[in-house]
């Protein structure tokens, strides 16, 4: 980056407070922060040379530094619940350039929409910057039949004839803001203030990626979209945590008369622990359940194992530190709602394909396999992979 020339900056407003949904830019989706998600989307962008965070919140500068944000600390007149976008961005520019950025283009993100498409981010900076734009903004294409509720609560129709209902061919699309991001020329959003001004062109991106999160039901089907869409990657992590049951097994056991379990495993996955073994990545089980099976298949595996642990995280956070392995350096495979608490400290949050529901919700992967079915194998290739 070149802080004497002139820079396109991306800048991703993140305040602290939240009424409908508590912290939530810091909530997580496919496992990352929000503000974190936003920081990722922009900095893969094509053209944007700095990735800036306002923010009045010490947690949200934390993790948005981690990411790889500059972060600007917003005051307390600019972090209420009436304080417009447009009053941070001009702070944020105020900073930047009194620490002697000088700023051409700004590329202003919501970290609320968690799918921030970095491709028609790149083609809208572009615009603006080959002057064939003064601002760009996100929208997806509708054919939409819009209608408002007029006196007495009769409906009216908005952007078409309610007595004519012409075919989806025969008409013109409208294009429906999306807030993901705006781009456009910093002198001139400091004459008017405003994201909108001179000439306007259209990003347009897939309806999927048009959800903004501003309630509790939004953030779930994030959630559930982030596992749908995003392509599988690599894990580069420096260890695996696993629970067992549900993972290395089909969460399913057979009870002998003697009340003894026997468990089925798959030899898949035996393999890959011993490939991990050999590249040298320290492997944990870490099971709730007190059984024989558990220990005999973590020896025969030549894993330790930790296993009658109730707290998950207090004893992932232990045996981290005594290992010398940062949290967020960590794989952690599970299934079940008691593997939340150590799945939410870990950088790799990971599910097995049938994992409940809300464990799916937080994985920052859901694996295509389900547990004792190749899950520990497939989740190791994508650590070697990487």
């Known amino acids: ?24 830019n810091l909530q997580r989706v496919g496992g990352l922060p929000l503000v974190a998600r936003a920081v990722g989307a922009a900095a893969t962008a094509a053209g944007i040379d700095l990735v800036v965070v306002s923010t009045d919140d010490d947690e949200i500068a934390t993790v948005a530094a981690a990411a790889g944000a500059r972060v600007v600390r917003r005051p307390a007149e600019l972090s209420g619940d009436t304080a417009t976008s447009e009053s941070a961005l001009l702070h944020a520019l105020d900073e930047l350039e009194t620490a002697g950025l000088r700023v051409e283009t700004v590329a202003f993100l919501q970290a609320t929409s968690p799918f921030i498409p970095s491709e028609a981010l790149s083609a809208a900076v572009d615009e603006v910057r080959a002057d064939r734009a003064d601002s760009v903004f996100s929208a997806h294409e509708t054919y939409g039949f819009l209608w408002r509720e007029g006196e007495e609560r009769s409906a009216e129709a908005v952007n078409h004839e309610a007595d004519r209902r012409p075919r989806r061919q025969d008409r013109e699309p409208h294009y429906l803001e999306t807030g993901a991001f705006y781009v456009f020329r910093a002198e001139g959003f400091r004459t008017h203030r405003h994201r909108f001004f001179g000439r306007i062109r259209i990003a347009a ?17 994030a959630r559930a979209l982030a596992h749908l869409y995003e392509s599988p990657q690599p894990i580069p992590v420096h260890a695996v945590v696993t629970d067992f049951d549900g993972v290395h097994t089909d969460d399913t056991a057979i009870i002998d008369a003697d009340g003894g379990e026997r468990v089925r495993v798959s030899r898949e996955d035996g393999m890959g622990v011993a490939l991990l073994r050999r ?28 296993h009658g642990i109730d707290d998950k995280e207090t004893a992932l956070r232990d045996w981290a530190r005594e290992n010398e392995v940062a949290l967020a350096d960590i794989a952690y495979l599970g299934n079940d709602v008691n593997d939340l608490p150590a799945m939410r400290i870990v950088g790799w949050p990971v599910a097995v394909a049938d994992a409940h ?21 497939e989740l190791i290739e994508r650590v070697l992979s990487s």
Do not use: C, F, Y
């Open 279 to 306: 590249a040298g990545i320290p492997l944990l089980i870490l099971s709730t359940e007190v059984n024989p099976v558990v220990r005999a298949r973590a020896t025969k595996l030549r894993v330790p194992v930790l």
């Open 1 to 24: 980056m070149d802080e004497h020339g002139p820079l396109t900056v991306a800048i991703i407003p993140a305040r602290g407070g939240s009424k409908q949904v508590p912290r939530k």
């Open 357 to 377: 529901p809300l464990v799916r919700e937080e994985a920052r992967v859901v694996l295509r396999r389900r547990g004792g079915d190749g899950a520990v194998r």
């Open 205 to 221: 991106v897939p309806e999927w990626t048009a959800i903004e999160i501003d309630d509790a039901e939004q953030l779930r089907i």
